[in-house]
């Protein structure tokens, strides 16, 4: 199936004939539904603090004296942030008013109405200027299209292919900040170490990467001054050899007009090739989009800070018993029993029902397996209908059952059962993660090895308006750390403030 040429286009992306093989093995089979079992919730699986416990394990957080990173996926365009403005460009000379018809709250009747309450407004204002245009004018005399262009297209503000990274979101009365910008000074709130350094690493594309670095440059010295901090920022690319096969509905290799393979990026799964390079010990995870103005931040600061600590405080607890796991060849069934009671009791793993708890040499090699793994403590909110994963108690493949973050894609929804438990849940995964990647002897772990490669997924594509089966890598927080120690913990829903359309800067939450 693969020819001589196709191997040597293997070859230049750096991708191995091993892998390709594997990836249209999966096409040919699909993946394998993963097993929940029930919805993780307050009381079983997600821990709710208390406002003491909260102050508590800031503190602890606060004597942490590890080397910190806040990593943050930024490679993403805003394209479908746009995407309403773009189809309103071609419906508008044809329907004209009808596409003022609906006044909800995503609809562009609500987004020329609130036009000067977006952060990038004065941008706006003064790029239209240029062509001598007034804002106000082309409003007053219906000639919209001008007004949206102006803010999409490349020869003007471009928003329509910047990456969210980029893009104004709230208003100061000094001027705007981007989501960047925000991330950096959110960062100097709570990964600020010892020294004063701050830690910041985006995963960028590369034709983004020379913008970031501007900005930086930029705003990085007003942000150090008022923070006082020294601010490190470092870029990484998703790497080419992290692309999976496209394949044609028959499962064959879909190849381009030149007969060379195509391949797809892998999805936010492959980012952990990025995150396994940090030379960190402790990792805060944020997406890009989920940014608040100054006004919001207490609240998202301490509960960074607070799952820090809670990492710490388990971190310690599974150091400890894995120093004395380690240390001795014959520890007592009484020892192992209670670290086993601290396995299922603290850490939500339950053992798979073949494993003989009187075999003290068994349950030793496993409990030292179950200990010696990266850990990530997870933020949940309350779930108020977003699309997307939540927590669950899931079977593993070694079959013992654990807490995970799981997808609708994962779940067989043909099956009653399974769609009923996946709709039961109460929580969402606002992807608000802190983790910890060393081992207990202060070595790195090879992230890697913690992956559960049976959890990617295949979606149906286009290309050049042919039909292809693409192939996503298992999900940075899901697949990618399926066999991570996980602990869940509620947080507040204003620690949730993604923008997924233009139209979300207009929340209460986003406005200055």
């Not at 496993?366 to 977003?386: A, S, W």
């Not at 207990?440 to 772990?445: I, M, P, R, T």
Request: aromatic residues 10%.
């Amino acid at each position: 199936m693969l020819s001589t040429k196709d191997i040597e286009q293997l070859y230049e992306i750096g991708i191995s004939k091993e892998a390709v093989e594997q990836q249209l093995s999966n096409f040919a089979k699909g993946f394998p539904y993963l097993d929940i079992i029930k919805p993780a919730v307050v009381g079983d699986g997600i821990i709710r603090l208390e406002c003491s416990e909260v102050d508590d394990l800031v503190d602890l957080f606060k004597s942490y004296e590890g080397s910190l990173t806040k990593f943050v996926p930024a490679s993403g365009a805003a394209t479908r942030m746009f995407k309403h403005l773009y189809e309103f460009i071609d419906e508008y000379p044809e329907r004209q008013d009808v596409c003022f018809e609906d006044k909800g709250f995503n609809s562009m009747w609500n987004f020329f109405d609130k036009i000067k309450k977006f952060a990038f407004y004065g941008d706006l204002k003064a790029e239209l200027e240029k062509n001598r245009y007034s804002i106000d004018a082309l409003v007053e005399q219906k000639d919209y299209t001008t007004v949206v262009k102006a803010l999409l297209q490349p020869y003007a503000l471009n928003y329509g292919n910047l990456p969210k990274g980029l893009i104004k979101f709230h208003t100061y009365p000094n001027g705007a900040r981007t989501a960047f910008e925000e991330h950096i000074v959110e960062g100097a709130q709570y990964t600020r170490m010892p020294n004063g350094d701050v830690q910041i690493h985006l995963t960028v594309s590369p034709e983004h990467r020379d913008g970031f670095k501007k900005l930086a440059n930029e705003v990085m010295p007003r942000y150090e001054e008022v923070h006082g901090v020294k601010i490190g920022i470092e870029y990484s690319e998703q790497k080419r050899a992290t692309d999976t096969l496209a394949v044609e509905e028959d499962n064959s290799p879909f190849r381009n007009a030149e007969g060379k393979l195509v391949f797809r990026p892998g999805g936010h799964g492959a980012l952990i090739e990025n995150l396994n390079e940090l030379e960190a010990e402790l990792v805060f995870i944020k997406n890009i989009d989920n940014v608040v103005p100054d006004r919001l931040k207490p609240q998202t600061v301490l509960y960074k800070k607070a799952l820090a600590g809670l990492l710490v405080s388990y971190q310690s607890l599974v150091f400890d018993y894995l120093s004395q796991l380690q240390e001795q060849e014959a520890p007592s069934e009484e020892f192992l029993h209670e670290v086993l009671d601290f396995t299922i009791d603290e850490l939500c793993i339950l053992p798979p029902t073949g494993l003989n708890l009187s075999d003290t040499e068994a349950l030793h090699s496993y409990l030292t397996q179950k200990l010696n793994r990266p850990i990530r403590v997870c933020g949940m909110v309350k779930n108020e209908g977003e699309p997307g994963g939540g927590p669950f108690w899931a079977t593993n493949p070694d079959g013992s059952i654990s807490l995970q973050v799981v997808e609708s894609l994962q779940i067989d929804m043909s099956d009653p059962q399974k769609k009923a438990i996946f709709e039961s849940s109460t929580h969402f995964n606002p992807v608000d993660l802190v983790c910890g990647i060393v081992d207990v002897d202060g070595e790195k772990f090879d992230l890697l090895k913690f992956r559960d490669p049976n959890t990617g997924f295949i979606s149906l594509k286009s290309k050049d308006g042919r039909p292809l089966k693409a192939q996503e890598l298992p999900g940075l927080w899901n697949g990618a750390m399926s066999d991570w120690i996980t602990i869940f913990v509620e947080v507040p829903l204003i620690t949730f403030n993604p923008v997924k359309t233009v139209n979300d800067l207009l929340r209460e939450e986003h406005q200055g």
